[in-house]
């Protein structure tokens, strides 16, 4: 059985036939965000299920479960789409959360401590039934450090490490952090065996991936891949076409 990007197994990296498509938001925004026809971006996310009403799980693990982000960002923005039942899913589940979880088509991973998170998933079982959940046709939907841990992984909250997560991306994430001219993902990449290929997603914006191909959401994603000659740093726009999201030679 292939081995995902950080060798875990029972993963098919950089696209898989049937799977869904993974989005990737930096922040909240654009679980908001309408377009010129005052449709919401959410729609997408909702649509691409094929199913009318489906059922959304929020994972707080990352923020420590803190109730108001659930009933502040996440119920209101699902409110106006044509989702069905939502749900949180805490940490410490019920069998009665555990088994939503368990058929949900949309599953939110929400922002805070990438490492808090993780270590949360890996205690729970929450690791190995969300990587179920993709494979069986669920939509992943990763904010600021739910993004990053559905890339390759991220930095130990006291950056002093490499934190490998899902690897459903074939890449190191980083959010938010343009204005910093993305000192943490540079950091997290300096600790990962070359080559390595990263992409950040500035505030406000987000990416789509699937079968392999990015696609940029609202604003251009910052990409750097370094390898055994050097490192390329690059800027991904909206609306140029698809971008494979696999590593490139280097």
């Known amino acids: ?31 908001f965000q309408r377009r010129a026809d005052a449709s919401l971006f959410l729609d997408d996310v909702v649509g691409n299920t094929g199913v009318m009403h489906p059922s959304v799980a929020y994972i707080g693990a990352s923020n420590g479960d803190n109730p108001s982000f659930y009933h ?11 989702a069905g039942e939502r749900k949180m899913v805490p940490s410490r589940s019920t069998p009665e959360e555990r088994l939503f979880l368990e058929r949900a088509e949309i599953i939110l991973l929400a922002g805070g401590s990438v490492e808090v998170g993780w270590r949360a998933f890996e205690e729970n079982g929450f690791r190995s039934l969300i990587r179920h959940r ?21 930095l130990t909250d006291d ?11 074939p890449l190191s994430v980083g959010v938010h952090e343009e204005r910093e001219n993305w000192k943490s993902l540079r950091r997290a990449i300096s600790l990962q065996e070359q080559p390595v290929h990263a992409i950040g997603i500035p505030s406000g914006g987000g990416v789509m991936y699937h079968g ?13 891949q370094v390898g055994s000659t050097g490192s390329h740093e690059a800027q991904l726009y909206p609306n140029q076409g698809a971008t494979r999201g696999g590593p490139k030679q280097s």
């Open 159 to 169: 950056e002093s490490a490499f934190l490998p997560t899902f690897g459903f991306l």
């Open 72 to 82: 502040d960002l996440f119920l209101p923005a699902f409110e106006a789409t044509h």
């Open 1 to 31: 059985m292939p081995n995902d990007v950080n060798g875990n197994p029972d993963i098919v990296s950089g696209g898989t036939l049937g799977l869904k498509p993974i989005y990737l938001f930096a922040d909240s925004r654009l679980l």
């Open 212 to 224: 392999g191909d990015m696609f940029p959401i609202e604003k251009p994603l910052f990409e750097i």
């Open 134 to 154: 993709y494979f069986a046709g669920a939509i992943l939907l990763g904010v600021s450090a739910g993004a990053v841990q559905i890339g390759r992984g991220g």
